[in-house]
């Protein structure tokens, strides 16, 4: 049961244009979602998150867009740089519930070409 | 910049035989995860210490797996025997998380790959 969904599992864009990750997720408990990037060989790092209460967080180029009522949330890189090609990984958690734990999507491979 | 620390970073091993891997926190994060990352897939939770107590490991295979985290700081991930379907990466996270109610993050080490021959 795959509670949260990359369905891209690679995207390319090109320099300085918007690069926008999807994720949609299944589970109405989740009130917490972030997103992490990952390169070859590294850990997760991560980037941005934003509550259910919000419906948008920005963070420099980084902005997250949460749909409740869809069940989707979105990252929009803008504008997307090479050095911004890694794994991004979509991540939720019911912290009300389950506290910290993170259900992860698949991940979607970003590649930004110069 | 405090690191969460993993060793080793590679392991090859052959089937039934036992692995075991490291992790250092940073210091002073009450919260340690260990993840299993199959490649092609989004990192799985296997289990999570609070000090030095496991809060949840209902994804760990525990007639296998074996984690400890004896003095609430370092922790070690036991697999015996290591099967096929085991090569993976293995990635440990920390995060000052106390409270349920929480924003902390969970910050990532580097990983351990894990190949079963």
């Known amino acids: 049961d795959q509670q949260v969904k990359q369905n891209s599992p690679s995207l390319s864009v090109q320099e300085g244009r918007i690069s926008i990750l999807n994720c949609d997720y299944t589970?109405?408990?989740?009130?917490?979602f972030l997103w992490y990037k990952k390169y070859p060989a590294e850990g997760p790092t991560f980037l941005i998150s934003?509550?259910?209460?919000?419906d948008k967080n920005e963070d420099g180029r980084f902005t997250v867009f949460l749909n409740k009522s869809a069940k989707h949330l979105s990252l929009h890189i803008v504008p997307s740089q090479p050095g911004d090609s890694a794994v991004y990984f979509c991540?939720?958690?019911?912290?009300?519930?389950?506290?910290?734990?993170?259900?992860f999507g698949e991940g979607t491979q970003l590649t930004v070409n110069p | 910049e405090a690191e969460v620390a993993q060793s080793p970073r590679y392991k090859i091993t052959e089937k039934s035989q036992a692995v075991a891997f490291w992790c250092d926190p940073i210091?002073?994060?009450?919260?340690l995860y260990w993840y299993r990352q199959i490649l092609g897939q989004g990192p799985e939770l296997l289990v999570q210490?609070?000090?030095?107590?496991?809060?949840?490991d209902s994804q760990l295979p525990k007639d296998r797996f074996s984690a400890e985290r004896l003095k609430g700081v370092d922790s070690t991930l036991k697999i015996q025997p290591a099967e096929l379907g085991d090569s993976a990466m293995y990635l440990c996270?920390?995060?000052?998380?106390?409270?349920?109610?929480?924003?902390?993050?969970?910050?990532f080490g580097p990983g351990t790959r894990l190949t079963v021959l």
């Open positions: 210490f609070q000090d030095e107590s496991v809060v949840d």
């Open positions: 991540a939720a958690s019911e912290r009300e519930t389950s506290g910290s734990r993170l259900t």
């Open positions: 934003i509550s259910s209460i919000k």
């Open positions: 589970n109405s408990m989740f009130d917490y």
């Open positions: 210091s002073g994060h009450a919260t």
């Open positions: 996270a920390s995060s000052p998380y106390r409270d349920k109610i929480s924003t902390d993050t969970q910050y």
